[in-house]
């Protein structure tokens, strides 16, 4: 099942559907998440030397990636032209694009998933 979503809104809106609909799934799924989350930066403090600094870059990483997403939700090829002048790789609007295309093949799959456990 694939949905065209019309606007962010209407994306966001669908997502909560969803969620709404497999809470108790969407719970322990979250909450695996959450608990992961401090593993992960344990790990990533302990690189040598830049450590600390590396956790604060993911972090940072994942904030840029969604005003990146963003941008090119509300401006299209305009925006990403504009990035392009800016002087971001065109490789990296590209993957920027393709993870924003793919959210509601994988919204869709998360919510089958949950749906079958």
Known sequence: MFTAFKSIGHFFAVVVQQIIANLPKAEAVATQAIAAAPGVEAITSQIP????LAVTAEQAGVALLGEVLALLHTGG????ANLVNVGLDVKV???AQAVY?????????????????
Not at 49 to 52: A, I, K, L, Q
Not at 77 to 80: F, R, T
Not at 101 to 117: D, E, M, N, R
């Open 101 to 117: 295309h793919s959210i509601p093949t994988l919204v869709t799959s998360l919510a089958s998933a949950q749906v079958k456990k």
């Open 93 to 95: 609007i590209q993957t």
């Open 77 to 80: 090829d305009a925006a990403a």
């Open 49 to 52: 030397v830049y450590g600390p």
